[in-house]
């Protein structure tokens, strides 16, 4: 599939040595073409990717492979320029969505995104490490805030991971490959796993799928697809029948010996400890807990706690400069818990 541009070909083809320009700061390598008397070239910042590259040309016009005037590229090469890569829609998908989501969202489409571009790799040379690319794509290409709220195609990689941008720039698959329906259960399956390879939480799968839906209908939005993909596919979620050791789990017994070992050495910690036990409040929680969160506390039974304009961190990436993270959240508890923080309280104002 093509974006329907007509390719105006020529068979007039001239190439010229390889251009080697040294600057201060680094050096890039720009393979030079002529086609029909118009110039062309691309500029590389290794070698090996320069080199790669221009064999490509050089093969074609030796087979008789005719080239398109405009792209200066021969004219399979320049069908694959017009239909557009994964990684550049994904990335004009984040730059789309950022301004309308919460920090935690935008880390949620982040890392889905990332583990999906892993699916839809090329067999191109030089190909990065996993951790690499998960570090750029993350880290960067897919957090406008990272890019200080430039959109992608404006915005400079840093230097530690400029050459794997540059390589996922040309290394993802078109997404017209999305039309084949074995690329997208792979793609789906790929999203079924965490990263060590074990099935992820019916939670994640779900919350996943939704991501890469919105991606795939904003490309039939864009009319780069002709269908959304997922209508021509039969998909479920593998099982998740991963069951909890209770070898590995404390007992309500270890629990108060470990709260009563830590109120010796470190008293106020007592209740950190036991309301993320005992009210199931996560550590952030407790780090911003205050007496006004605290509505009921009674002698015996269990008591209440809310959080409202509560902090948590999504990751600094996922946050636009200048502003914070919300959420809101209740919990209860029992009196244990109450008596630890309580006592915690009583124990910082001594």
């Known amino acids: 599939m093509t974006d329907g541009h007509k390719m105006d070909l020529s068979y007039d083809v001239r ?45 074609a016009a030796r087979e008789g492979v005719p080239f398109d005037k405009k792209s200066g590229l021969p004219a399979p090469m320049a069908r694959k320029l017009y239909s557009r890569k994964w990684f550049q829609h994904a990335c004009q998908y984040v730059d789309v969505k950022w301004p309308h989501i919460s920090p935690g969202h935008r880390r949620g489409i982040s890392e889905t995104l990332a583990q ?19 570090k750029a794509l993350h880290g960067w290409a897919f957090s406008k805030s990272a890019r200080n709220g430039l959109p992608f195609d404006r915005a ?3 230097a530690e991971i400029a050459s794997t941008i540059e390589w996922l720039t040309a290394g993802t698959v078109q997404l017209s490959e999305f039309e084949d329906a074995e690329v997208v259960r792979r793609v789906l399956d790929t999203l079924a ?3 060590d390879g074990k099935a992820a939480a019916p939670s994640t799968i779900t919350r996943r799928r939704a991501t890469l839906h919105g991606a795939m ?30 070898r590995v789990l404390a007992n309500p017994e270890q629990i108060r010996s470990l709260l009563a070992a830590v109120r010796e050495i470190y008293p106020s910690l007592e209740a950190y400890y036991g309301c993320m036990y005992y009210a199931a409040m996560r550590p ?8 006004s969160h605290l509505l009921s506390l009674p002698e015996e039974g269990w008591g209440r706690c809310c959080w ?3 902090r948590s961190r999504p990751g600094r990436r996922g946050v636009t400069p200048g502003r914070s ?26």
């Open 284 to 291: 952030a929680e407790v780090r911003h807990l205050a007496e």
């Open 116 to 134: 999906a571009t892993l699916a839809l790799l090329t067999e191109q040379r030089g190909r990065p490490s996993d951790a690499q690319i998960r």
């Open 15 to 59: 190439f010229h040595k390889m251009e080697i320009y040294k600057g201060k700061k680094k050096t890039t390598y720009r393979p030079r073409w002529v086609v029909a008397g118009e110039r062309f070239g691309e500029s590389f910042t290794h070698v090996k990717l320069a080199t790669s590259f221009e064999a490509s040309p050089i093969t």
């Open 217 to 246: 209908r904003y490309a039939v939005e864009l009319k780069l697809l002709q269908r959304h993909p997922f209508d021509t596919v039969s998909w479920k979620a593998p099982q998740h029948d991963e069951k909890v050791d209770p």
């Open 325 to 350: 993270a919300r959420s809101g959240r209740s919990s209860i508890g029992p009196t244990t818990a109450r008596g630890a923080y309580r006592s915690a309280r009583n124990s910082s104002r001594s």
């Open 308 to 310: 409202t304009a509560q």
């Open 156 to 158: 400079e990689p840093p």
């Open 193 to 195: 796993l965490r990263q």
